[in-house]
């Protein structure tokens, strides 16, 4: 079993940042891949990013490339998303996950979540 553990979040005027962390524990062994999610009010669970710990290529929904990083530190088991130039449409509650790593812009590809964290961007 994977547990993670997120941080981070918080209140913003737009333009800000922001940087989440995501501290996963457990049997991480089994999850080879770590995706962030973002859900906003009446709104489906949306992919943000996702990186596989053995290669630390990144992967971006075209809403955040460019201004959005995700990264790991294998050491620390954590994977983080610096988030800059952070727009109101931002605003969610953001999850990370932990998954086999076969479908990483799908929440169905992913096992374990975080509790989430909620992100504010003000205007």
């Known amino acids: 079993q994977v547990q993670l553990v997120e941080s981070g979040g918080g209140l913003v005027q737009a333009g800000g940042s922001l940087r989440l962390s995501c501290a996963a524990s457990?049997?991480?062994?089994?999850?080879?891949?770590m995706g962030w999610f973002r859900q906003a009010p009446g709104k489906e669970r949306e992919f943000v990013a996702a990186?596989?710990?053995?290669?630390?290529?990144?992967y971006y929904a075209d809403s955040v490339k460019g201004r959005f990083t995700i990264s790991r530190d294998n050491a620390k088991n954590t994977v983080y998303l610096q988030m800059n130039s952070l727009k109101p449409e931002d605003t969610a509650v953001y999850y990370c996950?932990?998954?086999?790593?076969?479908?990483?812009?799908?929440?169905?590809?992913?096992?374990?979540w975080g509790q989430g964290t909620q992100v504010t961007v003000s205007s």
């Open positions: 996950a932990a998954g086999r790593g076969l479908l990483l812009v799908l929440a169905l590809g992913y096992e374990y």
């Open positions: 990186i596989r710990w053995s290669t630390g290529i990144p």
């Open positions: 457990g049997r991480t062994f089994s999850s080879p891949a």
